[in-house]
């Protein structure tokens, strides 16, 4: 085998690489040194949804497989993986510790493709047919968003809320009453949310506002990685919307709030990103959905038409 000092330098040095603990470096080790017939050295080329990212694991649902599988593959692979990605992945070995699945490989692909993730879209609630103009105050011929509104409003439209799973309601087993994004929220000062939010995700990924929490963290200094966040978002949700769909998801039906957030989050990057007409897309179409723009949607469709640049504080 190995004297003991060998082992105890193997082990730390497999330590520094991987950032696993003493333990279960120790049994990679060991393993590692079992003869070529004892060894499982044979690379699997898999396919696999994220479910959960951390330090320096993913946890995986690799296609045509029950359970979970925690791949080790260092903090770069795991920080840029995003929940509800597919990846392909060559898996150089597998093994069990205490009950849980381990694999360590290398990833070939990253992708992301809504339909593909086999998810039951979100049931949607009928909250009956609302008349714009009698529900809130209509906007006035003065403002730049009048003509939007006037077309929004100008008939009576069909109004739905996506279900609770959205905003996070039901995923919490332990606790069906908890809402662990909003936990996830007051947390953000004290580093414990990223952590919430991925548990919420591996619980179930139609968490549209665990992604969009998410993106929000990344929003100021990786952009690129929160636009990432608010597309999941979004497709999850798109699930739920047939392509023809022309009712609104009111601001005021508290589960919608998920979905119009991460519309406005994808406005906002794709603008900072200096794609102006995709951008301007987003808007207004996150308008029509929720006509009465509680978040003031309008005034970066306005800001963005008459050629002003993104700003921080939008």
């Not at 690379?43 to 320096?56: F, G, I, S």
């Not at 968490?207 to 990432?228: K, S, T, Y």
């Not at 023809?244 to 957030?261: A, K, M, T, V």
């Amino acid at each position: 085998m190995t004297t003991r000092s060998d082992l105890k330098k193997r082990v730390r040095a497999r330590q520094a690489k991987t950032g696993e603990s003493y333990t279960t470096a120790r049994a990679h080790v060991i393993g590692a040194l079992k003869p070529a017939a004892e060894a499982d050295t044979q690379p699997e080329h898999v396919t696999a949804v994220v479910l959960k990212c951390n330090e320096k694991s993913v946890r995986l649902r690799i296609r045509g497989e029950e359970g979970t599988v925690t791949l080790r593959c260092g903090t770069y692979d795991a920080m840029r993986l995003k929940p509800a990605q597919l990846i392909e992945v060559t898996l150089n070995k597998r093994w069990t510790w205490r009950d849980d699945a381990y694999a360590s490989g290398v990833i070939d692909k990253i992708w992301f493709d809504a339909a593909a993730l086999d998810l039951v879209p979100l049931p949607m609630k009928d909250q009956g047919i609302w008349d714009l103009n009698e529900t809130y105050e209509p906007f006035q011929p003065d403002s730049p968003y009048y003509e939007l509104w006037a077309k929004a409003a100008a008939e009576p439209r069909a109004a739905f809320e996506f279900d609770g799973i959205a905003w996070g309601a039901g995923v919490d087993a332990d606790d069906p009453d908890a809402c662990p994004v909003s936990t996830a929220a007051e947390l953000v000062d004290q580093g414990e949310a990223r952590e919430l939010l991925m548990d919420t995700l591996l619980g179930d990924l139609r968490c549209i506002d665990a992604h969009v929490h998410l993106g929000n963290q990344m929003f100021d200094r990786w952009p690129e990685d929160a636009i990432a966040h608010y597309e999941i978002a979004l497709a999850i949700g798109e699930l739920s919307l047939s392509s023809d769909f022309s009712g609104i998801l009111p601001w005021g039906c508290l589960y919608n709030r998920p979905f119009l957030r991460a519309m406005r989050g994808y406005g906002l990057c794709l603008w900072r990103d200096g794609k102006k007409e995709q951008a301007l897309q987003v808007f207004e179409r996150n308008l029509a959905l929720n006509p009465a723009d509680n978040q003031g949607v309008r005034f970066c469709w306005n800001d963005l038409r008459q050629g002003r640049p993104w700003r921080p504080d939008m």
